[in-house]
């Protein structure tokens, strides 16, 4: 897969993403990574590729020829198809494993990394096909969201990862969050590994990961258990759960009442 990334800041995104599991991914050539340099494409004598807006209004806006000349060198690249353009921007959808399950399928995705007070709305209207926001919040450029979006999609990737079962089954999988992981020793400190991790009985190991990450849904995210698919039998298993624990917890805010 190949990510064409606009943005201003090309060193910031090549430099991040070189290093660690998505620089081995570029280096085996599973993906790559082409920062393209907005400015590049500013003719002007100063090289700017920002303007006051207009109507007023604080601060600067990218202008739409700089951005436009961009894109149009990339699908030029690529063989003059239009690929599909997401403008990372607070004001898109937010972003989940699923849209990062959905970008993985194509060829090329440009990122479009807006700066200072965003993008002149005409060349947005003309190219982008998707608004992207990593999270309700605002950040000073769109370049840490749309290596957010590299990391997540990468990793799909066939190949990406050394064991691609591990991308399946992990957090989000089937709108469950992971189960409890332990290494060596044994004993952390008093703390045990549960015994059934040991016990070498693939099933019950298997049934008590499923329990665990039902658990810790319930607990970190109720609003994603309620999207997930149990089987009846681990409905019912759920039910037995949630009746023995809130037991549990009226009578230990029972006690310490009493106390
Ligand atoms: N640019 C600025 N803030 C952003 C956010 N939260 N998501 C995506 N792009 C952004």
């Known amino acids: 897969m190949n990510f064409h990334i ?8 090549q430099n991040t993403l070189k290093t ?14 082409n920062a393209v340099n ?16 207009y109507g007023g209004g604080a601060g600067m806006l990218m202008q739409a020829e700089p951005v436009y000349l961009a894109y149009e ?9 239009r690929p599909r353009t997401v403008y990372l921007s607070p004001q898109g959808n937010v972003f ?10 194509e060829e090329d995705l440009i990122l479009l990394c807006g700066h200072y007070e965003g993008i002149d709305e005409r060349v947005l209207e003309e190219i982008v096909t998707d ?9 000073t450029g769109g370049e840490l969201p749309a290596m957010v979006m590299v990391d997540a999609i990468s990793r799909l990737i066939p190949g990406v990862l050394h064991n691609d079962v591990s991308a399946e089954f992990e957090s989000f999988q089937d709108n469950l969050l992971e189960y409890p992981q332990y290494s060596r020793p044994e004993d952390w400190r008093g703390k045990k590994v ?26 970190r995210r109720p609003d994603l258990l309620k999207k997930s698919c ?21 009578s230990d805010s029972k006690s310490e009442n009493e106390d």
């Open 38 to 53: 907005i400015r590049d494409y500013a003719f002007n004598k100063h090289q700017s590729v920002d303007d006051y807006p």
């Open 131 to 139: 608004y992207v926001s990593i999270g309700d919040y605002v950040l």
């Open 230 to 250: 149990l089987t009846e039998k681990e409905r019912l298993w759920f039910s037995q759960w949630l009746s023995e624990n809130n037991e549990k917890t009226r």
């Open 20 to 33: 660690s599991i998505t620089g081995r991914a570029v280096n085996a050539g599973h993906l790559s990574i």
């Open 194 to 219: 549960p015994p059934v991790l040991l016990s070498g009985h693939h099933a019950n190991i298997e049934r008590w990961r499923r329990e665990q990450s039902i658990i810790r849904t319930y607990e």
């Open 73 to 81: 060198a990339v699908k030029e690249k690529i063989g003059g198809r």
């Open 6 to 13: 606009l943005t201003l800041f090309p060193e910031m995104v």
């Open 96 to 105: 989940n494993q699923k849209m990062a399950e959905e970008f993985s399928e």
